[in-house]
């Protein structure tokens, strides 16, 4: 058990996407974290969220990266709708992410607490058919600019989450960057 987490049955979910603004989901604590040596890239094609088959949007997942910070939002489930959650939480992430667990440490204002806690996360690796990898800014702006699902379109899914690590004081170059070129399309 990690230092914050209460009863060994205190359930965490960390999100560094949609989760970061849009939960869709009752949790009894919400707090800003980060992971360590991971980097947020937006190599993962969503087919049914941010674009459709055929036309996939980019959404965000994790890749490891000596040093690198990646900032969120870690949410405390209650015992009593824990299950519910991740049986919604499964099907929300369906379109290729796995569950993994890993230590998120707390922060105000992008600086540490020195507290953590063992979260569960959703992340995609190339090994799902929705993968789909690194491409320069200018590509996947364009493809961004173009890309709506029945979540709606994906400039929203970038633009918010970029909203939200501000608010929280996170850095982020890379969601920042095709933020400010996305923006320089319209």
Known sequence: MYPGEGTPKATWIFGYGSLVWRPDFEFAE????????RA???WQGSTDH??????PGRVVTLVPEAGALCFGTAYRLSEANRESVLVGLDYRERGGFTRERVPVYFCE??????ESVSAVLYVATEANSNYLGPATLENMARQISQSRGPSG???????????????????????FALEARLHALD
Do not use: H, K, S, W
């Open 50 to 55: 941010r674009g459709v088959p055929g036309r």
């Open 109 to 114: 204002e992008g600086r540490a607490t020195g």
């Open 153 to 175: 379109p994906n400039v929203e899914y970038v633009i918010r989450l970029a909203e939200a690590l501000r608010e929280m004081g996170a850095e982020d170059d890379q969601v």
């Open 30 to 37: 919400r707090r800003a974290g980060f992971l360590r040596d």
């Open 40 to 42: 947020r890239r937006f």
